[in-house]
């Protein structure tokens, strides 16, 4: 399965908001109610496409808990994008977003793609956060914005192809030097017509995000 | 925890990339890179990862620290963390695997003693259906924990062959001794087929243990041995499973040898590892990874590393005795510097096979050749080509731009420790930690065990993650983070940018189980 780009991503949030029932939902298309704790940092990858274009994501999926922070942080380099996800139905994860934007802008490339998750939302009578508060603090800090929930799916592909569409288009626009592989994207390898291959590959490719249904 | 890409995707993915794969390392000029791989190339099978995780894992500049998923144990809930170089080769040349070996005497082969107690014994376990064990009991095996790590050089294609053929090697050693080493009230008998001495009348050397067989009843069979008047070497068991050990490295480095011509199996590699067996610990060690026990805070080391400064005398030794092995290229002496050709005449330091002290000689015109160990430390080198020189493979490396082989100057010969579990009562803290020289290059043993006492009071002690998460704690502080001048630990130091495995293996298991 050949691609035109790679591009790396990788999630971070509080422990609990849903970062690895997102990851799950959309690598696997399903929904794991009771979900382990992830300890250290687990991959998923899914090809999508952008315009006409191949692309794969690689997705790092970290562990949100306290302890784990220094382990996370160095994961960030190379990144081309990043997930911040919170949990609509608990504020303090919300509050917690500062610090882990402060983490991401520091340790990162300054060209890195940020996609704000508001996670659960099919929990709306428990909400307690409310989108607007989310769609704030996005536009405060130069954020994509999207609630979504790993449960229903609801908003799962655009969340991750909304950030692949920023990120391509910062390449076509010449921000980013994609022969430096820190910056999270690397050039597939010899481009070819996948032709043997390609009913795997449109099987996962239901990339089209003008379908948004805006279930949210 | 997630079967995030399906297999058939992975399985499509895995073809191209272990075809790709091959060719990427030369490994000393083998030119056998048309040859199929003998198994792809890829990370210990008990992670359990795709290819796309594992292709995940090769990212050199955020370097991720692979652990064991939630639902893959290990025996023992054995710890487990590794990462990837900082950029040195394309792949992990570090491999690991781990499983419990199940050793049956094979059919056919020859038994010693016909009549064991241990089918009486095993009838009356409370679980057994009481016949049916008794009648299985014969061939039933004695199960081995056996885990393992390889360090590659020159390509991935040795260690990665090892660590799915060595433990079979093993199992197929310990097949033919099982029954005796069973036996353990009486001594493995020094010629098989011969009754063993077990009559009290036979020996006055006979041992408490055997006396104790006596006891039980059910002497094989009541015939006097012969009667000898020369002395005879009491073999203990462990013995046997430390020969068993060093056939079964031996055999699996004959198979590289032999399997070269049909398959490419790039490089070489270091192998340490260790089987518990009837309530003792084995570590077999050949290279330059390392076992230590950290018991109440205390260090008990487990190996030691086979270097060209460890070795240097043997070394010499070889290429004294057999200086063609050195194709008029090297010499064998030791000095301190490279000598230089107006040094001709004068008297330098110098060491030889029988020294480990210098004395002065005469420079000679044979001394200006390059010295067969060259270089300090890490930088040693067996004819300025390789740092470590124990091991399996590398059967086609040569010294760059000739026909000189080095295999004749390793060894695959391990040295093995034994350990014995019941002597000690173990504690959930006390581990045995495994790990290849990317973790200790830049660790010392006081700061491994000083970060694992630090570390494991700090977990739930029922929290069956706490030994992976010491063994993440330890990578991460031999990897260290990345700063603008490299790969930092503390106090500044610079951080492995070697491929670095670690296993903590917690010992209060092995009380457990004896």
Request: proline letters at 4%; aromatic letters at 8%; one cysteine or more.
């Amino acid at each position: 399965m050949t691609y035109a780009y790679l591009f790396k991503y990788i999630i971070i949030g509080d422990t609990g908001v849903g970062k690895s029932c997102l990851l799950l939902q959309f690598t696997d298309k399903r929904f794991q109610p009771v979900h382990d704790l992830t300890i250290g940092v687990e991959f998923g990858a899914r090809m999508v496409n952008i315009d006409g274009k191949q692309i794969k994501l690689q997705i790092w999926d970290t562990a949100g808990q306290e302890s784990f922070r220094s382990i996370t942080r160095s994961y960030y380099r190379g990144a081309a994008g990043a997930l911040l996800v919170y949990d609509i139905t608990r504020r303090e994860t919300f509050n917690h977003l500062t610090s882990w934007l402060e983490d991401a802008r520091q340790h990162s490339s300054s060209n890195m793609v940020i996609m704000l998750i508001g996670n659960k939302s099919d929990l709306e009578s428990r909400r307690d956060v409310k989108r607007e508060e989310g769609e704030a603090f996005a536009r405060e800090h130069g954020l994509i914005f999207m609630e979504t929930s790993a449960k229903t799916a609801c908003n799962v592909e655009e969340a991750f192809i909304n950030t692949a569409k920023e990120i391509y288009r910062k390449i076509q626009q010449g921000l980013f030097d994609v022969h430096n592989e820190a910056n999270g994207i690397k050039i597939g390898p010899q481009q070819c017509i996948s032709t043997s291959v390609g009913s795997i590959a449109s099987q996962r490719n239901s990339g089209d995000v003008e379908s948004n249904s805006g279930c949210c | 925890m997630l079967t995030r890409v399906k297999s058939a995707v992975a399985n499509f993915m895995g073809g191209i990339m272990a075809g790709s794969s091959g060719s990427e390392h030369g490994g000393g000029g083998c030119g056998g890179s048309d040859l199929p791989l003998r198994f792809p190339y890829g990370r210990p099978e008990f992670l359990g990862l795709s290819q796309d995780e594992v292709e995940c894992s090769a990212d050199h500049i955020a370097r991720p620290i692979l652990i064991l998923k939630e639902t893959r144990r290990l025996p023992w809930a054995t710890g487990y963390a590794e990462v990837i170089n900082a950029g040195k080769s394309t792949h992990n040349e570090d491999q690991a695997s781990c499983e419990v070996l199940t050793v049956k005497k094979k059919a056919g082969a020859i038994t010693s003693t016909p009549n064991r107690n241990s089918t009486k014994r095993r009838s009356s376990l409370p679980n057994g259906e009481g016949l049916q064990l008794k009648e299985n009991s014969e061939s039933e095996g004695v199960s081995c924990h056996y885990w393992s790590l390889f360090d590659g050089h020159a390509g991935s294609g040795a260690a990665v062959v090892a660590s799915r053929l060595l433990q079979h090697h093993i199992t197929e050693q310990l097949q033919d001794i099982v029954d005796i080493l069973r036996n353990s009230a009486v001594l493995p008998p020094t010629c098989l087929g011969e009754e063993p001495e077990n009559t009290p009348a036979n020996s006055r050397t006979l041992t408490r243990a055997a006396s104790l067989r006596g006891g039980v009843g059910a002497p094989g069979s009541p015939s006097t041995p012969p009667t000898r008047f020369f002395t005879e070497k009491k073999i203990p068991h462990e013995c046997l499973v430390i020969g068993a050990l060093e056939s079964a490295f031996k055999e699996m480095d004959l198979q590289i040898e032999r399997e070269r011509s049909s398959y490419n199996i790039s490089g070489g590699c270091t192998a340490l590892i260790v089987i518990c067996l009837l309530g003792k610990l084995y570590v077999a060690n050949a290279g330059d990874s390392r076992a230590i026990i950290i018991r109440n805070g205390e260090i008990v080391p487990m190996s030691s590393e086979f270097t060209p400064e460890t070795e240097r005398q043997r070394l010499q030794y070889l290429a004294f005795m057999q200086p063609h092995l050195l194709g008029n290229e090297f010499t064998h002496l030791e000095f301190p510097r490279r000598v230089q050709r107006k040094e001709l005449g004068k008297k330098m330091l110098y060491r030889d096979f029988n020294m480990t002290g210098w004395a002065y000689k005469t420079i000679e015109d044979d001394d200006l050749k390059f010295p067969l160990i060259y270089g300090e430390g890490k930088k040693a080198r067996v004819m300025a080509t390789i740092g470590v020189t124990r091991g399996l493979g590398d059967h086609d490396l040569k010294v760059h731009d000739s026909n000189i082989y080095i295999k004749p100057f390793l060894s695959s010969a391990p040295e093995v420790r034994v350990y014995d579990l019941s002597k000690y009562e173990h504690g959930a803290d006390d581990v045995l930690v495994l790990a290849t020289d990317g973790l200790w290059d830049v660790l010392a043993n006081e700061e491994v065990a000083e970060a694992i006492t630090q570390f494991l009071p700090n977990c739930d002690p029922d929290d069956p993650h706490r030994y992976t998460l010491a063994a993440q704690d330890l990578v991460m502080r031999a990897r260290g983070v990345l700063k603008d001048r490299g790969w930092r630990i503390s106090n500044d130091r610079l951080g492995s940018g070697d491929d670095i495995s670690v296993y903590v293996i917690p010992l209060i298991h092995g009380n457990k189980l004896s």
